[in-house]
């Protein structure tokens, strides 16, 4: 009887091509959200920095790119993020290599080896700006919120709809045709779309 390990490296020497999904914004530069993902069975002894590989692990399909080879670890990072996976890629978790995308601008290849580096080097320094920004704006944001001075200088036109449900009354924001927050009474719960929620409030009990 074959184990499940002898079983998985029986897949992989048959396995030729298979495609997949991207979903998500780790590849953000590379690989849009909803392209199709062409994988080819390449051993991971084969595959070099720079290169696009997929791996599975807590239950979900990856696709990094291998940035760094260090004491036999192989370390991998997303395009779209600006700092390293947390753990090395170990070989019982690797797929193959991603080698090609299918999207709506139609079958391109993924640039992988010493080309593929250089372009995610630009990508990874761009998210860590991001990053960057996010970190400083995002403080202030909710400093603003909470000191509740937005209302001041803006007053978007927003219509107030309050109507019953069998879960209890429930009061909707619509700005422009769109809610963009709401109050449900049962579950005492408010949602508010940004950047609403500077100048909108949950009704006071």
């Known amino acids: 009887m074959k184990t499940p390990s002898a079983h998985a490296q029986e897949w992989r020497r048959r396995m030729v091509e298979m495609s997949a999904p991207a979903r998500g914004g780790s590849m953000r530069g590379t690989l849009a959200d909803g392209d199709r993902l062409i994988v080819r069975a390449v051993a991971l002894g084969e595959v070099g920095l720079g290169d696009v590989v997929a791996f599975r692990r807590g239950g979900r399909i990856w696709a990094h790119r291998l940035v760094k080879i260090r004491d036999g670890q192989w370390w991998t990072q997303g395009d779209g993020n600006w700092r390293r996976d947390t753990e090395p890629l170990v070989g ?71 109507f019953s449900t069998a879960d209890g009354p429930r009061i909707k924001y619509i700005h422009r045709g769109h809610a963009v927050a709401c109050w449900r009474a049962d579950r005492q719960s408010w949602t508010c779309r940004r950047p609403y929620d500077l100048v909108l409030f949950p009704p006071a009990p």
């Open 92 to 162: 019982s978790e690797y797929i193959g290599r991603v080698e090609e995308a299918d999207g709506s601008g139609g079958r391109r290849k993924v640039a992988g080896g010493s080309k593929g580096m250089r372009r995610a080097t630009g990508w990874h320094v761009l998210a860590f700006v991001r990053w960057g920004v996010r970190s400083l704006l995002v403080p202030l944001y909710r400093l603003v919120r909470a000191s509740r001075v937005a209302p001041l200088l803006w007053r978007p036109d927003v219509l107030v709809a309050r």
